[in-house]
């Protein structure tokens, strides 16, 4: 019996191929050519499973969400704190590159940024990422109201707002190197101090 | 008597050249070619200012780096408000894409974020600079507590740390379109206020 591959495992081993490509080179360097080679297949190949560079550079941040969903759901799962700002503070850690998947996903993600820019199927793609963030932050904040977990008079939008910017403050200082896991950790930490009673 | 071009004018011109294009086609089609041509030089002449593409792009992100702290600088001269709180918020505003120049600067950072990871001595000077804006920062919340505008019990480092976050992740989410500056700014002048006592 041949073997069977699944066309959408072989389009995410593709993805993968150009985040490498993205990363070491640049998003400019990854063309159909060089990403096929990377991930080891031909040309025509490639075009079998993307028949341009924008459907295959737009399935690959697509992907990137889906891993970064995933993490977030996997932290969530993991987490035995069952109370809503336990959940609040997975989620934030599941933004941060503090291992080296979440930090491939934050280098793909400024990889496609500038090119997202100016490109409207791809900056939706990352303007819906961010809205289903906020929406699930602001989710855990009003259960955590309900609960007497979140001090009284704060709004919660924009504390979500707020914790989602710091997520993305901490995540760039961290890929560059000037802030630690263990520091960004300790920011947060102090800043959901002060959203409880 | 011959017009005497001044050696660092031009420089600056050249990496305004730099950023245009990177920020139009990604920072690996600048290549001293393709920058020479956005510039209105020969290839020659611009070597002649630049040995290498690497000093080239070495001396654009260190001029970015000082147009954002004359407009920093600006900012705070502008500051009816000789408060420090106030010095803080126009700070952190500064470091905003709230007008065409401010987003060009937050834009060529970005381009050249992704370089940097690669590149120690680009990496340095992204480090340095966001140092030198911690330790600003600092300095003015040091300055609001001395003057009780400052919350009693609050970490000036810590705080610091958070509106130096909170600045970055606001700038990609104003930069991809989703925050408006309006937004941006409440959503800071929400955090600040509970800064003070």
């Known amino acids: 019996m ?3 591959v699944d066309a959408d495992e072989r389009r995410r081993e593709i993805a993968e191929a150009l985040w490498r490509l ?3 080179q640049g998003l400019e360097a990854a063309s159909l050519s060089a990403v096929a ?3 080891g297949v031909s040309k025509g190949r490639l075009q079998h499973y993307f028949a341009s560079r924008e459907e295959m ?3 690959a941040v697509g992907y990137a969400n889906e891993r970064l969903d995933e993490r977030v759901r996997r932290r969530l799962a993991e987490q035995t704190d069952p109370r809503p700002m336990a959940a609040v503070r997975a989620l934030v850690l ?3 590159p503090v291992d080296e998947e979440s930090r491939t996903g934050a280098l793909v993600n400024v990889a496609f940024f ?6 409207p199927a791809l900056s939706d793609t990352f303007r819906r990422g961010s809205a289903e963030l906020l929406r699930k932050i602001s989710g855990y904040l009003r259960e955590a109201r309900e609960s007497g977990e979140f001090a009284a008079g704060l709004d919660v939008e924009q504390e979500a707002k707020v914790l989602l910017a710091l997520a993305g403050g901490l995540s760039s200082g961290m890929l ?6 263990e520091e960004a950790t300790a920011t947060l ?3 959901l101090a002060r959203l409880r009673p």
Do not use: N, V, W
Request: positive net charge; aromatic residues 4%.
């Open 2 to 4: 041949p073997k069977i």
């Open 22 to 24: 993205a990363m070491r």
């Open 37 to 39: 080679a990377e991930a």
């Open 57 to 59: 550079l737009l399935f």
């Open 94 to 96: 599941a933004l941060l």
């Open 114 to 119: 500038i090119r997202a820019l100016a490109t």
């Open 176 to 181: 560059m190197g000037g802030t630690s896991a």
């Open 189 to 191: 930490d102090h800043h």
